[in-house]
């Protein structure tokens, strides 16, 4: 089965000291990325773009609804999405629906799905050893009032660990780097299928997300991507 990585912030960005929504780009209707994917072995696997469809606000916050699309390396759609993100001008919070593989949640689309969001929130001023809040994600799939499946997404111990260069097509950054550990736990009428990943993630201020890198338990690498254009 072809996948996308699980790209858990490639949209959201830190602004160190910002006070303002621009965190990765600003908050307009058109804006987005595009980020090449790799497997283990530095192949490329295909690409990611997101793009900020359309923009809402009420009171003091700011949602923006964001288009994602996954292709393989042959321009084949694997998967296509929409999510929110909001923002009160001091931090972003991330609907943490959209650190669950797009791939997963396809077949069951059409169905009823209740849930339930522990926001995966990115505040606009980072120090290093600073640790950010956990977050979360449960799914409930319905048919026909009959519960089909539950996907219980983790994102825990998440931590700035230092500054780090990074360079990619596009330049070379500074960036802070972000670990975490990532849990998901897809439960059917069979064995519960189970996927725990390590993730350092590398931002740039006032660019974004530069790198994410995914490894296993035991730290060997499983695929990274790499931010390849700005729209």
Do not use: H, W
């Not at 600073?130 to 983790?154: H, P, S, T, V, W």
Request: with cysteine.
């Amino acid at each position: 089965m072809k996948k996308c990585l699980l790209l858990s912030l490639l949209f959201a960005s830190i602004a160190s000291q910002s006070q303002d929504c621009d965190f990765f780009l600003p908050f307009v209707t058109g804006k987005g990325v595009q980020f090449q994917t790799y497997n283990s072995k530095g192949k490329i696997t295909g690409t990611v773009d997101y793009m900020i469809d359309s923009i809402a606000f009420a009171d003091s916050m700011k949602t923006a609804f964001i288009k994602y699309l996954c292709v393989d390396q042959k321009g084949n759609e694997i998967s296509a999405m929409e999510y929110r993100y909001k923002c009160d001008g001091t931090e972003l919070r991330i609907d943490p629906a959209s650190m669950i593989n797009p791939e997963l949640i396809e077949p069951f689309k059409e169905m009823d799905i209740e849930v339930e969001n522990d926001e995966l929130v990115i505040p606009s001023i980072l120090e290093i050893n600073q640790k950010l809040k956990d977050a979360g994600c449960i799914m409930k799939i319905y048919e026909e009032n009959r519960k089909l499946a539950e996907m219980n997404f983790k994102c825990v111990n998440r931590k700035i660990i230092s500054m780090d260069t990074v360079t990619t097509s596009l330049g070379t950054y500074p960036c802070y780097k972000i670990s975490s550990e990532t849990s998901l736990t897809v439960t059917t009428t069979m064995v519960p299928y189970v996927v725990e990943m390590n993730v350092n993630e590398y931002f740039s201020t006032g660019i974004g997300v530069v790198r994410i890198e995914n490894s296993d338990k035991k730290g060997k690498l499983l695929g990274y991507s790499v931010l390849s254009k700005i729209y």
